[in-house]
């Protein structure tokens, strides 16, 4: 399996490197799960600090 991260940049609330570095803190920290517990399929959206959607982690098949 594959873990991806996707965050947008270039709005309002991610203009600065501490604006990814807290929107990537709070995908991992809402990822509090056990690795073994993730299914494809999984996955949850990032927010900027303003509540706006940038992105999000998923769980995918790994096609290498």
Avoid at 17 to 23: E, P, T
Avoid at 29 to 49: H, W, Y
């Amino acid at each position: 399996m594959k873990f991806r991260l996707e965050i947008h940049l270039g709005n309002d609330g991610m203009q600065t490197l501490a604006d990814v570095a807290r929107s990537f803190a709070d995908a991992v920290n809402r990822f509090s799960g056990n690795m073994d517990a993730l299914k494809e399929g999984d996955g949850m959206r990032v927010q900027d600090i303003n509540g706006n959607t940038v992105g999000g982690w998923t769980v995918q098949e790994d096609h290498q």
